[in-house]
């Protein structure tokens, strides 16, 4: 008895994307191959971007859509304040939204935000283990379709929403530098999708 060991490419994307699922990969995973989508603030304009409920008087700054082995995985809107400064966005008040585009583990975002937020900064395993426990209490399952958004307040924290119904806040500083960096810091693991996000397109 012979067994055929050929495979072709769309076999083994398929197989990889299988056991990504099954491992519990979350949307903000940061890992090459990744196609964020990029377009600019000009270019979102006249997609009805106006001001954000949970930040009066903002605008919609930029957006972008992570992609991983082609396919979509979330969009991802940030909306900021006419004042906004691209060289400081890590101390500004800003909202960001994600509209998930497929079905995710709560405490797997929570996981890879972490590993994200880590990547920036040397924190100590108990500061670490704190948040993580306070991003699984607040973070859901997701499934296509529901948001999760999150909204700075510098020097005080970040508060969360799920499809538009607060969901918990974690009052700490750090944690919300951090935590919004993984998008928006000059350290990002994706500078690309950074740049879409801030309307800067490939200029940085």
Known sequence: MSFNTHW???????????????LGWNGTTYSNPVQPQQETFEQTKSLGGGSHPQLPE?????????RYWGM???HARLWTLPSFSVGIAGDQPVVLELEYLRSLNGNAIA?????????AAAVSDSQAKKWL???KAIFPDVKSGDRLTGQHIPGQGAVFWYNGRQ???IDDADFARLF???WLSPNTSEP?????????????
């Open 167 to 169: 969901i918990g806040q």
């Open 180 to 182: 919004f960096g993984i």
């Open 58 to 66: 903002s605008r919609l700054q930029g957006k972008a859509t992570m």
């Open 8 to 22: 072709s490419g769309k076999s083994i994307a398929l197989i990889i994307w299988t056991l990504a699922i099954l």
């Open 72 to 74: 979509e995985i979330y």
């Open 192 to 204: 690309e999708m950074r740049m879409a996000l801030l309307g800067r397109g490939m200029i940085d």
């Open 111 to 119: 996981e890879r935000s972490l590993k994200e937020m880590l990547r």
């Open 133 to 135: 426990e306070e991003m």
